[in-house]
């Protein structure tokens, strides 16, 4: 589907180096990229640079998405003074190319250009101006400077650190661990923040001496010393977006909802080769097709999978939905054995452990749908802005379990919540149960991440057999204090988009989708979008009453409200189903041989870094369905296999 005139965009990969270094070790760091960017790649080696200690090395992998026969990065200004190599697409460049005409020489039509000469109008300062999904890294030759920046909600990723005066990046691990300087040392306060979240946050990585360039920053490197900015907030730009709106009223919300969605899936449309949507039966998925259906010349191609096992199955409802819109739709049913072989294929490609199972049929689904499009489009980012978990729902509820005295708490309804059996369905009523009444008394936000992570500090100490650092907190409550002048429910959705969304869900989309040389785009994080939906009062997305648990407040009220009669309230209504597999089952019976290898007694006591009897404790209890520890054993799991093809090779 191509919309508009032609420029050059690129879903890819990039690396490189300022310091020690060949231009075939730049070959080698880019390559390690190759997925990302299959069609193509571009480089700039300096050896003798005034003013810099080593070499400039910048490397680029191409996805061709628009004007596929253009040009290679890098792209340089006028005088080749500055160039730059971007991963990601700037969808205002237009805008901004029309204004820097006036005082540029543009050579080619692509959106990267418009990145040099803005950085030649603004320096540094010219990130605020980028509306995009985008990693790009600058080389200015007039200051020696190199210029680091990502998008801001951290849709594409970009690692760096600074190994014996050699300062690496690039847009995963592998292409770090591609030259011979980087260092493969486990950081141990990140391997417990792992643990407990289920993937390391940002700034964090996994190894020492290596960062995450967080969302919303950007980084300066001269003279062999660095430092990041933050140049976006969205408390800021929501505040900006009320003073716009005013105090008006739900009908008026609900066309400026409108307008913003269409406007946001409109500029997300763009592409010279096929496009289509993800499309699960929910209705953050559900309602970027429909917009995007809206828009089309054509019927659009949908995308969906469904599993055999019932309760985790919703491929019929996107079938429901692509009847409705009229999309051309395309459903695969993949089976339980299927997708457990795609298990060690997929986890043994991520360079930094990440436990979420979701990884599994997202891959799934990207691989269905690189047979037929080139882009996708997802609903990602919803969730976080529309408050649309389950512990947003928990959170109300808590206000009032409050009033409950402590002794009922902890000596009643604690323990006949804990001894209920356990269920291995999704999101079942004991597990959600134990969840909320075990851990309550701790702070809102810290609660909140024990509700959904894997470990908390006390089961990290089993698993250690010691004491944990006492960093675990300070992650949750930097992001905390930042919103503490907002209502609880803005600022969990705020902690959510800082860490949650940028690390887990973002990291797993884009890296199941890259795997698959497929692009995905997030209509629902267009910051203009985004910044209006976090301004909104908290009482239009918690509100109503939920289906699955009628004594609790609905979530997304006003955008299923907007969507309800063009979706159907069948759809729109129903009970919220994540994209989950099976994995508690997995683990007690279909996993055996996986687990045993990678979890069993002997094998941890040779690695020497878990508390064996622990673990086997852990497996135990699961298989006996006794209690439900899905989460932390994936964990172990997931990080065991990332250990065996990161670490141990």
Not at 17 to 31: A, H, I, P
Not at 345 to 352: F, G, P, Q, V
Not at 484 to 494: I, K, M, P, R, T
Request: aromatic share 12%; net charge neutral; hydrophobic share 40%.
């Amino acid at each position: 589907m191509a919309r508009g005139c032609a420029i050059m965009a690129y879903m890819c990969g990039i690396a490189g180096f300022v310091g020690e270094g060949s231009r075939r070790t730049l070959e080698n760091m880019t390559r390690a990229l190759t997925y990302r960017g299959p069609d193509g790649e571009g480089y700039f080696f300096a050896e003798q640079v005034q003013g810099v200690a080593g070499a400039i090395a910048l490397g680029h992998r191409r996805l061709s998405i628009i004007d596929i026969a253009g040009g290679a990065q890098p792209i340089y200004n006028e005088d080749r003074s500055v160039l730059v190599i971007l991963n990601g697409e700037i969808y205002n460049f237009r805008a901004l190319r029309s204004q820097l005409e006036k005082s540029h020489t543009f050579v080619t039509q692509s959106d990267t250009e418009v990145i040099v000469h803005l950085y030649e109008e603004k320096g540094a300062e010219c990130v605020k101006d980028l509306e995009g999904m985008f990693a790009f890294a600058l080389w200015d030759a007039r200051t020696q400077t190199l210029l680091l920046a990502r998008d801001r909600f951290g849709e594409k990723p970009l690692y760096y650190g600074m190994f014996g005066g050699t300062f690496l990046f690039g847009s995963e691990l592998k292409a770090l661990l591609a030259h011979p300087a980087m260092k493969k040392e486990i950081d141990p306060a990140a391997l417990e923040r792992y643990f407990h979240f289920e993937y390391v946050p940002a700034p964090h990585t996994i190894f020492k001496n290596v960062r995450k360039l967080e969302a919303a920053h950007y980084l300066l490197l001269r003279n062999g010393a660095y430092a990041d900015h933050e140049y976006w907030n969205i408390i800021d730009a929501a505040k900006n977006s009320e003073r716009s709106i005013g105090n008006i009223g739900e009908g008026e919300v609900m066309r400026n909802l409108d307008i913003k969605l269409r406007q946001a899936v409109g500029r997300m449309l763009v592409a010279d080769v096929p496009l289509g949507v993800f499309l699960s039966g929910g209705i953050d998925s559900s309602t970027v097709a429909y917009y995007a259906q809206q828009q089309a010349r054509e019927p659009i191609r949908t995308f969906s999978i469904g599993f055999e096992e019932a309760s985790f199955d919703e491929s019929a409802y996107a079938q429901k939905v692509a009847d409705r819109i009229g999309s051309d739709h395309h459903r695969q049913i993949v089976g339980a054995r299927e997708l457990i072989d795609i298990i060690p294929k997929a986890y043994a490609l991520l360079d930094e452990p990440m436990a979420d199972p979701s990884l599994v049929p997202t891959y799934a689904l990207s691989r269905f749908a690189r047979k037929h499009v080139t882009v996708a489009l997802g609903g990602d980012g919803s969730d976080e802005l529309f408050m649309g978990y389950q512990t947003f729902q928990a959170l109300w509820l808590s206000r009032f379990y409050e009033w409950v005295p402590r002794f009922l708490r902890e000596d009643l309804i604690r323990p006949l919540a804990n001894h209920l059996p356990a269920s291995f369905s999704y999101l079942s009523f004991d597990f959600l149960l134990k969840r909320f009444v075990n851990d309550f008394d701790l702070p809102s936000a810290i609660r909140n991440q024990i509700w959904i992570g894997a470990f908390g500090a006390p089961e990290l100490s089993q698993l250690f057999s010691g004491d944990v650092a006492q960093s675990l907190t300070e992650d949750i409550t930097r992001h905390a204090a930042r919103a503490g002048e907002l209502d609880v429910f803005h600022q969990l959705s705020y902690v959510y988009t800082k860490q949650f969304l940028q690390d887990y869900v973002i990291a797993k989309v884009d890296r199941a989708s890259m795997f698959n040389s497929l692009e995905v785009r997030a209509p629902f994080l267009d910051p203009a979008l985004a910044s209006f939906v976090f301004s909104l009062p908290w009482q239009l997305k918690i509100h109503g009453r939920s289906k699955r648990f009628p004594l609790l407040p609905d979530t997304k009220y006003i955008l299923k409200k907007l969507m309800a009669e063009r979706l159907g309230k069948d759809i729109v209504y129903r009970s919220k189903q994540g994209f989950q597999p099976p994995v508690a089952r997995w683990l007690a019976r279909d996993l055996t041989d996986l687990v045993e290898r990678h979890l069993s007694p002997e094998r941890l006591q040779k690695d020497g870094l878990f508390n064996p009897a622990y673990v086997s404790r852990l497996l135990k209890e699961h298989r006996a369905q006794k209690v439900d520890h899905r989460k932390k054993l994936w964990a172990l799991l997931v990080f065991q296999i990332w250990k065996e093809n990161f670490l141990d090779n």
